[in-house]
C-alpha cells in the first residue's frame, strides 16, 4: 500500500496581474522528511508555500496535504499544519509568555492549557530566561524561535518553514537547525523553503530547485550533485578575457560544460575522473590561459544551482512576488 503523502501538489499555478509567480509547480512531499524548496528571492518559493498554506487562491493545479484538497476543503488543511513566516508574527507589546499563551486561546486551548502548552514550548526552544521579557527587547535568533514555537501550539503533523533563518548570524543558524532536527525526530514533517544552499544541504532530505516559477530539478542533495559530477576542478583565472580560451579546452578535452560563476574568472569543470584535473590544467597552459588558483573537490549545492540556472541563489535583479 503507497503511503500517503503530507503534500501532493500537480501544475500549480499563480499569477500576479500578467506576471506568472508559479508556473506549473509539481511537488510530492513525504511523510516524515524535510523538504527543501531553494531558489533565488524571487523565484516563487513564498507563493507557492502561501497557495498550499490556504493564504493564497490557487489559480491552476490542485494541491492536497494529507490527503485532503486545499482548494475545497482549507479549513480541514489549516488545521493539518503550522506555518511560519519570513518576519516575526509576534506582538512587540506582549511578553513571549503573553504571545503564546494569546495564540493558544485564539485557537480554542482553555485557559489553563494555554498556560501549559505555553510553559512548555517556552522550555523547548530555550526561552524560559527571557518568558517575561517584552519581545521588543528580543533579539532576531530569540523573534524566530518564538515565531516557530508560536506555529507548534497545536502540535501540527505539518510544518511550512519560510526562509527560518533570513537575517540570523551563523550560531543562531546553527541553534534553528538543531530545532528543526529534533522536530522531524518527533514526528513532524517539514516543507522549508531557503535560498542557502548549505541549508538546504545540510536539512534536506530531498530538494526542489525552482528558478522563475518553474521546478528546474528535484532530487536529494548528493543525486544533484552528482549532475555536476563526481567532484570538480575549480579555477580562477588570471584574466577575466580568458574565459571564453578556457571554456573552448574544457570542451576539447572533456567534452563537458563549464559552470561559470558570478565572480569575474571563476569557473567549475565537472571532472568524471578527478584524475583528468591534470589534462585541464596542461591544456589551458598550452592555450596561454594563465591561473590564479586551482582545487579539486566534492561539488557543492552552489555548483549545481548555477549549471541548473545560469545565477546564483544571491541574485538580486528580482524580488518576491508574494
Same mark, same amino acid.
Given at each position: ?30 511523510? $516524515? ?17 502561501? =497557495? ?7 489559480? +491552476?493545479? @490542485?494541491?492536497? &496535504?494529507? $490527503? ?8 480541514? &488543511? ?9 518576519? +516575526? ?9 503573553? #504571545?503564546?499563551?494569546?495564540? +493558544? ?36 535568533? =530569540? ?26 548570524? *551563523?550560531?543562531?543558524?546553527?541553534? =534553528? ?9 518527533? $514526528? ?34 548528493? %543525486? !544533484? ?19 571564453? %580560451? ?15 560563476? *558570478?565572480? +569575474? ?9 578527478? #584524475?583528468? %584535473? ?15 588558483? =586551482? ?5 557543492? !549545492? ?15 535583479? @528580482?524580488?518576491?512576488?508574494?
Amino acid at each position: 500500500m503507497t503511503e500517503l503523502s503530507a503534500v501532493r501538489a500537480e501544475g500549480l499555478v499563480k499569477d500576479f496581474g500578467e506576471f506568472r509567480a508559479v508556473d506549473g509547480i509539481d511537488l510530492d512531499v513525504r511523510q $516524515g522528511e524535510i523538504f527543501g524548496v531553494l531558489g533565488p528571492n524571487g523565484a516563487g518559493k513564498t507563493t507557492t508555500l502561501r =497557495m498550499l498554506a490556504t493564504l493564497l487562491p490557487i489559480d +491552476a493545479g @490542485r494541491a492536497e &496535504v494529507f $490527503g485532503v484538497d486545499v482548494r475545497r476543503e482549507p479549513h480541514r &488543511v489549516r488545521q493539518l499544519l503550522g506555518v511560519t513566516g519570513q518576519y +516575526a508574527s509576534v506582538d512587540e507589546d506582549l511578553t513571549a509568555r503573553e #504571545n503564546l499563551w494569546l495564540f +493558544a486561546r485564539i485557537q480554542g486551548l482553555s485557559h489553563a492549557r494555554a498556560k501549559a502548552i505555553a510553559r512548555d514550548l517556552l522550555d523547548r526552544f530555550g526561552l524560559q530566561e527571557a518568558a517575561d521579557r517584552p519581545i521588543a527587547q528580543f533579539s532576531g535568533g =530569540m523573534r524566530r524561535r518564538l515565531d516557530l514555537a508560536s506555529s507548534l501550539i497545536t502540535r501540527p503533523p505539518l510544518i511550512f518553514l519560510d526562509e527560518p533563518t533570513t537575517g540570523l548570524d *551563523p550560531r543562531t543558524r546553527g541553534q =534553528m537547525w538543531d530545532v528543526i532536527r529534533e522536530l522531524v525526530a518527533d $514526528g513532524s514533517t517539514i516543507l522549508l523553503t531557503t535560498q542557502y544552499l548549505d541549508e538546504a544541504d545540510q536539512l534536506a532530505d530531498r530538494v526542489a530547485v525552482i528558478d522563475h516559477g518553474r521546478k528546474v530539478a528535484e532530487d536529494t542533495p548528493d %543525486a !544533484l550533485k552528482t549532475q555536476v559530477g563526481e567532484s570538480t576542478l575549480q579555477l580562477v583565472l588570471e584574466s577575466e578575457a580568458d574565459v571564453p %580560451a578556457a571554456v573552448g579546452v574544457v570542451r576539447r578535452l572533456l567534452g563537458e560544460e563549464p559552470v561559470l560563476s *558570478p565572480e +569575474a574568472g571563476r569557473m567549475n569543470v565537472p571532472l568524471p575522473d578527478p #584524475n583528468r %584535473a591534470a589534462d585541464v590544467l596542461i591544456g589551458l597552459r598550452e592555450a596561454g590561459v594563465g591561473i590564479s588558483s =586551482m582545487s579539486v573537490a566534492k561539488p557543492t !549545492l552552489d555548483e549545481v544551482f548555477l549549471a541548473l540556472t545560469g545565477h546564483g541563489t544571491d541574485d538580486r535583479s @528580482r524580488t518576491e512576488a508574494a
